[in-house]
């Protein structure tokens, strides 16, 4: 009987499980794998991202029942152990609490992990604080590791993201002794693009407001500033990278919720392409371009040598503890 005493007439496979996909099903999980092994520097990736990439072998359309076979192959081929589990995001779970040692060796090996792992934030000291705000959860641990190298962190911000948050985002920039550079990446689409405007403007609002507040107020006056810069998808992007783009459904350019702010915009409406759909090669280039032209490589190169300097000294301080 099921937790909660309900009875099901039938339900999906649970936990590990066998798998003998029939000749057609394996003929997708073949291409799959395929895509898997040739974007393996760029694990983990999201279904969505696959079924992009899907649409450049014979035989697929770019349908939501295609990404959804997608997902349903996916998911039993991991449990099959026919995909690697590290391959794919998928994870929504949120845990908070719960945390602690089990005792004073698990502690000691914590702190010579954490020496033996020491770095830097390599943006100490840079003329600007660059951000990147992603609109796809799926896709931050992708693109944090595009410029990991750097320490630019990578903000998920899904859908209309809370006040609080914006509120909470621009009290921060606005108290930087520099100013902020955010990259946007998001969907071209009529949501997609009221989300990267409405996010980016009230957050630019709120900063102006702090700024104003605390000179009004007699305090010190603040100097951070923000600018936003749209990375992707961008229209140009569509035609450059080879997007497959497709217009709105009638439903869908009849929803109120959405038209009031886009109105009947051409692009917004015609040319839909997820963020999801870019070769993460392609996404690479565009995120690495942001942050390389905006970098002081000779600072750069100082924060290096001294993060390797200190994590010498760090793992020398914990040898015996």
């Not at 840079?126 to 410029?147: D, F, K, N, R, T």
């Not at 914006?166 to 998001?186: C, E, F, N, W, Y």
């Not at 969907?187 to 997609?192: E, K, R, T």
């Not at 140009?236 to 009638?250: C, E, M, N, R, Y």
Request: overall charge negative; glycine content about 8%.
């Amino acid at each position: 009987m099921s937790l909660t005493g309900t009875k099901y007439t039938a339900t999906r496979v649970r936990g590990f499980a066998p798998w003998k996909p029939h000749a057609k099903t394996q003929a997708v999980l073949d291409d799959i794998q395929d895509v898997l092994t040739t974007l393996g520097a760029y694990w983990p990736l999201t279904c969505r991202q696959i079924g992009y990439r899907l649409l450049g072998y014979p035989g697929y359309a770019k349908t939501e029942a295609h990404f959804a076979n997608v997902i349903e192959i996916v998911g039993r081929a991991r449990r099959a152990g026919l995909i690697p589990w590290d391959a794919i995001r998928d994870d929504h779970i949120y845990r908070r609490g719960g945390d602690g040692f089990t005792g004073i060796d698990h502690f000691r090996e914590s702190v010579k992990e954490s020496a033996a792992s020491y770095a830097l934030d390599r943006q100490i000291g840079q003329p600007q604080h660059l951000e990147i705000w992603v609109e796809a959860a799926g896709m931050v641990p992708q693109v944090a590791s595009m410029v990991d190298d750097w320490s630019v962190p990578v903000r998920s911000t899904q859908g209309f993201d809370s006040i609080t948050a914006k509120q909470a985002i621009a009290r921060t920039i606005a108290l930087r002794d520099i100013s902020t550079i955010i990259g946007v990446i998001g969907d071209h689409d009529a949501h997609g693009l009221a989300v990267i405007d409405s996010r980016s403007e009230d957050v630019e609002a709120f900063v102006d407001g702090f700024l104003t507040d605390y000179t009004k107020h007699g305090g010190d006056p603040l100097t951070g500033e923000v600018e936003f810069v749209w990375l992707a998808t961008r229209p140009d992007q569509i035609d450059s990278l080879g997007l497959d783009s497709k217009p709105h459904s009638d439903s869908r350019r009849a929803d109120g919720s959405i038209k009031q702010f886009v109105g009947d915009s051409t692009e917004a409406w015609d040319r839909t392409v997820q963020a999801e759909a870019i070769n993460p090669p392609d996404l690479e280039a565009i995120v690495q371009k942001f942050v390389e032209d905006r970098f002081d490589d000779t600072i750069l190169a100082k924060v290096k040598t001294r993060e390797g300097k200190e994590r010498t000294k760090a793992k020398r301080l914990v040898k015996d503890i």
